[in-house]
């Protein structure tokens, strides 16, 4: 099989040669990189890595393939949404023969069906570690001549890209949840699915005042948080309410700004399955997946809130709570798939929450 030249440039002016093994194209994005071992079928359907160059620092990848488009609950099975999300794919090692029980195509060809350029035989160390010192980059992949312009996705409101366009419905379980899509992926969708609810899901600037519902959940999602204004303002009137709110990763620092706290950009940040967290308080430590480039800043929390969780690693925000109303929030990933799941039992302690105020109310 032969694998024609490309080439990846960084905002720096780096320059890496490697070999097309996606789409024979250009694409141009911000370069994040991401150290976990599996998962790639997950992360490249991820709404929150819009507009993003990805870098997979495992080694190898490519070994299981692609699974199939089967479909289950009117959600892809295998997926994190309907459509790969990233600009382009940078790895170590392509590996063109797979095998899987649920494969039924190689990563290339899915590439090429959705127009994705790939690049591999570069020194993806070498780049994680420009990342980390020098910070996330802007960087463009090249295909022959074709050069592209320069693209930074944190300078559009990307939540606006990846939203569900229309109200959504899923299941028919007891309890009402308002699911706010800010780039949701489907197994958020699942874990509430399995806790008997019904999952309404809205656009990420619905008007979530006319509708009625037992929780209301706040998504993951792409870019810039303060790009939500429609979002931010419609969380600071359902905080006059006692209905529990349940925030994850975007969902997390808009619930923040909604209070009244500041965010901000994070020098390179948390991309992996391996990420530990605190919960604030305790000596309970629990290991997550992750995915965001920005942060609460806890300085700026307003009074009635506490940070909930923190990092390990550098001690940046990983959620926060109210002190006396049924809202909480998560940077990371309770949903993750293909895991970790040590902090799944998050999903609970909403249903709980729910509970607790159907009891209030009767």
């Not at 994040?32 to 819009?50: C, I, Q």
Request: aromatic share 10%; with cysteine.
């Amino acid at each position: 099989m032969e694998f024609k030249p490309i080439k990846l440039i960084l905002e720096d002016g780096s320059t890496f040669h490697g070999k097309s093994f996606g789409y024979e194209g250009s694409a141009a994005g911000e370069v994040v990189f991401n150290t976990a071992m599996t998962g790639y079928p997950e992360s490249l359907t991820d709404p929150s890595y819009k507009g993003q160059v990805l870098v997979l620092t495992y080694p190898l990848v490519g070994n299981y393939g692609v699974p199939r488009e089967d479909m289950e609950n009117d959600m892809q099975k295998f997926f994190e949404s309907d459509q790969l999300h990233i600009s382009a794919l940078v790895i170590s090692d392509y590996s063109a023969v797979y095998s899987h029980w649920n494969a039924e195509r190689s990563l290339g060809d899915w590439l090429k069906q959705h127009k994705i350029p790939g690049i591999y035989d570069v020194d993806t160390r070498l780049i994680t570690k420009l990342l980390r010192e020098k910070g996330s980059m802007l960087g463009k992949m090249v295909f022959g001549d074709n050069e592209p312009e320069s693209y930074d996705p944190n300078q559009d409101n990307l939540v606006a890209q990846v939203s569900v366009g229309e109200r959504k419905v899923y299941g028919t379980g007891k309890y009402r949840i308002l699911l706010l899509d800010c780039g949701v992926k489907y197994n958020i969708i699942r874990c509430l699915l399995e806790r008997d609810t019904t999952v309404i899901r809205v656009p990420w600037d619905h008007d979530i005042s006319k509708e009625e519902y037992d929780g209301l959940f706040i998504s993951n999602g792409p870019g810039d948080p303060k790009k939500c204004d429609v979002s931010i303002k419609s969380l600071a009137k359902a905080y006059q309410s006692d209905t529990p709110i349940f925030g994850i990763c975007l969902g997390n620092q808009l619930m923040a700004l909604a209070a009244g706290a500041d965010t901000y950009k994070l020098k390179y940040g948390h991309r992996s399955h391996n990420q530990p967290v605190l919960e604030v308080g305790t000596d309970k430590a629990y290991i997550t997946s992750q995915n965001h480039g920005f942060a609460i800043n806890n300085d700026t929390l307003p009074e009635g809130w506490e940070p909930l969780f923190k990092n390990l690693n550098d001690d940046t925000n990983e959620g926060m709570k109210h002190q006396s109303k049924p809202f909480f929030s998560t940077q990371f990933h309770p949903e993750a798939s293909g895991g970790p799941t040590d902090t799944a039992f998050l999903f609970d302690v909403f249903i709980e929450n729910i509970k607790k105020s159907h009891k209030v109310k009767s």
